[in-house]
């Protein structure tokens, strides 16, 4: 490789960096316009126009309030782990398919897979160092939630690397070209969609903010610029989760509108669903991962082991 293609490399990842931080900004807005449509009220519409500018308005002041933390914390840890966290998100992005330009390799579903297991040390960390009781309960809560649904999502996609045997985004693109992955598995799609959910603590499964008994869960010792980045990091999640769902499930082309159409409606899928459930209970969560989700994975994972002996024999 030449000097110009590490320069075009780190031209389109910053570019990369600034659209998403643009986009989380506009899901944020949306979010609340949405929630407030939901509950028969306006959402923010006096900064800027129709409240466009209410998320930079927003960012300003978190990262200009003052920085507190709690004197018996584990300072560096409490300190680090949301920029780590909000590092593993920004980096996780590298996988996206795109055929030129951005950093594409051909394992690129382990790595997801890498960055993913190391978002819970940064949950782990930040519930932690806190040193508040509350803190470490919602840490914990958060924890076991995202490693047992972390399993559930592991053995939906070997489903797909079996099919496929290979593990580069890409190849699921190349692969729906005349049929999405939806019609052809549409269980695992329903199972990929509660374990989005569970994996990105979002309503109905957002246990780590139970607020009758843990106040806000892991983060609640952060404020200013701590928070916006866990807050950052979460919504990032949520945008992944959405493209991984569409390169997965919904096929097309990532320099196509229609294929962020189709991103875009995932992520309103994401707030629908808070404006609309209630929470789910702890031990039913638990009991859906480990008894419900883990079997018919695992069933399912052998009912396409034969599927694709059958198509290779015949």
Do not use: H
Request: proline letters at 3%; hydrophobic letters at 55%.
């Amino acid at each position: 490789m030449y000097y110009i293609d590490y320069i075009m490399i780190l031209v389109n990842i910053l570019i990369l960096i600034i659209c998403l931080l643009v986009g989380v900004a506009f899901l944020t807005l949306l979010e609340r316009k949405v929630l407030g449509y939901i509950q028969i009220r306006k959402g923010p519409n006096k900064v800027g126009f129709m409240g466009l500018l209410q998320p930079f308005s927003d960012a300003i002041k978190l990262f200009t309030k003052e920085q507190t933390f709690p004197i018996y914390a584990n300072y560096l840890m409490y300190y680090f782990s949301p920029v780590m966290s909000f590092m593993l998100s920004m980096i996780i992005w590298l996988v996206m398919p795109y055929y030129c330009g951005m950093i594409n390799f051909s394992l690129g579903i382990l790595f997801m897979l890498c960055c993913l297991s190391m978002g819970v040390y940064g949950l782990m960390i930040a519930g932690w160092a806190s040193n508040s009781m509350y803190a470490l309960l919602g840490g914990l809560r958060a924890i076991a939630q995202t490693i047992s649904y972390e399993i559930s999502l592991v053995l939906i996609l070997m489903s797909f690397i079996l099919l496929m045997l290979s593990f580069n985004l890409l190849d699921f693109l190349k692969y729906q070209y005349y049929c999405w992955m939806l019609f052809i598995a549409f269980p695992l799609m329903l199972m990929w969609l509660a374990t989005m959910l569970a994996e990105t603590n979002r309503t109905p499964f957002d246990f780590a903010e139970g607020e009758s008994e843990l106040v806000s869960g892991f983060n609640v010792e952060y404020s200013s610029g701590g928070f916006a980045l866990i807050f950052l990091a979460e919504y990032l999640s949520i945008l992944f989760m959405s493209m991984l769902f569409v390169v997965i499930f919904m096929g097309g082309y990532v320099m196509n509108l229609f294929f962020y159409m189709k991103m875009l409606f995932l992520s309103f899928f994401f707030l629908w669903v808070r404006g609309t459930l209630p929470r789910f209970r702890y031990d039913k969560l638990m009991y859906l991962a480990w008894k419900c989700y883990l079997p018919l994975s695992i069933n399912l994972f052998i009912f396409y082991i034969g599927f694709k002996i059958f198509m290779e024999i015949y």
